[in-house]
């Protein structure tokens, strides 16, 4: 290392055509990075913006490829975004999720690996982000999708979509409802118009018509939001599932039809398991069990206008039983001696609490009552 102070032209050529930076200079020349950014203003040597620099840091993408494109635009239709700081020139691509999708992130990040993309754990939200370096490749989305700031469906790359792509939107903001069969597309960014529009793609390429439903979000109890997704019938969700399921990563089989009943009838049979085991041991639950269930079927009698036939019933089958049944007519007794003698410890009571005297009674809270007298 030679301890010097370089000329104009070798600073120049060192700066601009090897595309150092200024460190690295101070380390070929061993001196400070501040006598060289001193050195450089000195000359006149302007440095680089903001642009220049990523194009040096980063390897110019001219093309991306179909993988790449796929992951973007799917992305940019369901939960991903593309933002530039207020002091930036370039985007970023950025996305959240939460914690049991970490597996797909980091799919993401493995197709977005010429993004330089990272993923990093928000402890405030209890999510995982992700987020790539700024590329001007990226600028070049964000004018395409956000033309007026806030995201709007670009058809010409819509129009490119695939399996793939459409994978990827179904994974960010689809789901699947085991109960009807069938999909739907959480659209609630994009307009009425722009909805349409999806809905028409739909058709035309994937022979698929979506109904475009609608959805009111209430602010402060009294104003409301319309928003919009796009719900297919079971015919369509069969054909959506069989076009998207062979890109579907395994962290979203949640989202496919198969394991979303298997997980259903698995979480059922657990359940049920759990409920006999609580009735056999809990004499509580099984008293509350019982109750609901007698409340249920009084209910649907009296609908029914039959409960007055069915006490008729009762009142006659215990008299039968009554006659014939010696071991019932021992239980019923024992239960009325057990009920005559509650009573009289009630009336007892009652009947202490009048021989107390009044002053006794204010002390206790209660209040005196006035005898009247017998003119």
């Known amino acids: 290392m030679s301890n010097r102070i370089p000329k104009i032209e070798e600073l120049k050529q060192m700066y601009w055509q090897e595309k150092k930076n200024q460190s690295q200079i101070a ?4 001196c400070s990075q501040g006598t060289i950014s001193n050195r450089m203003k000195r000359l006149g040597i302007k440095p680089r913006n903001n642009q220049e620099i990523a194009s040096i840091k980063y390897p110019i993408i001219k093309k991306l490829d179909n993988e790449e494109f796929q992951v973007l635009v799917g992305s940019l239709l369901g939960d991903g975004s593309l933002q530039i700081n207020k002091e930036g020139i370039n985007a970023r691509f950025t996305e959240h999720k939460k914690i049991g999708d970490v597996e797909y992130l980091k799919w993401k990040a493995k197709v977005l690996t010429r993004f330089y993309p990272r993923i990093a754990f928000n ?3 209890r999510v995982f982000a992700l987020w790539t370096k700024v590329h001007p490749k990226l600028t070049e989305f ?10 709007e469906v670009n058809f010409g790359d819509l129009e490119r979509l695939d399996a793939l792509g459409l994978a990827v939107w179904y994974m960010d903001d689809g789901s699947y409802n085991f109960r009807g069969d069938t999909c739907a597309l ?4 994009f307009e009425l118009m722009e909805n349409k529009a999806l809905k028409l793609y739909f058709e035309r390429k ?14 402060n109890n009294w104003a409301t939001k319309e928003t919009y997704f796009l719900l297919f019938n079971v015919r369509d969700s069969t054909k959506f599932l069989e076009v998207v399921s062979p890109f579907v990563h395994s962290c979203m089989a949640r989202k496919l039809k198969i394991t979303r009943v298997e997980d259903h009838r698995k979480y059922l049979k657990k359940l049920a398991m759990k409920r006999r085991e609580r009735y056999h041991n809990d004499a509580n639950y099984r008293k509350k069990r019982l109750a609901n269930v007698w409340q249920k079927r009084k209910q649907s009698m009296i609908k029914r206008g039959v409960y007055e036939k069915y006490l008729e019933k009762c009142r006659s089958h215990d008299r039968w039983r009554w006659k014939l049944d010696q071991d019932y007519r021992e239980r019923r007794l024992e239960r009325h001696k057990k009920w005559c003698q509650k009573a009289k410890k009630i009336n007892k009571k009652q009947s202490k609490l ?3 005297e009044p002053e006794k009674l204010h002390e206790l809270g209660a209040e005196p009552q006035e005898k009247e007298k017998n003119e």
């Open 27 to 30: 380390q070929e020349l061993g």
């Open 123 to 125: 402890q405030s939200q």
């Open 142 to 151: 964000r004018k395409h999708w956000y033309p007026n700031g806030r995201k």
């Open 186 to 189: 959480y659209t609630e960014s």
């Open 206 to 219: 994937w022979a698929i018509s979506p109904r475009i439903c609608c959805k009111r979000k209430s602010r």
């Open 354 to 356: 009048q021989e107390i």
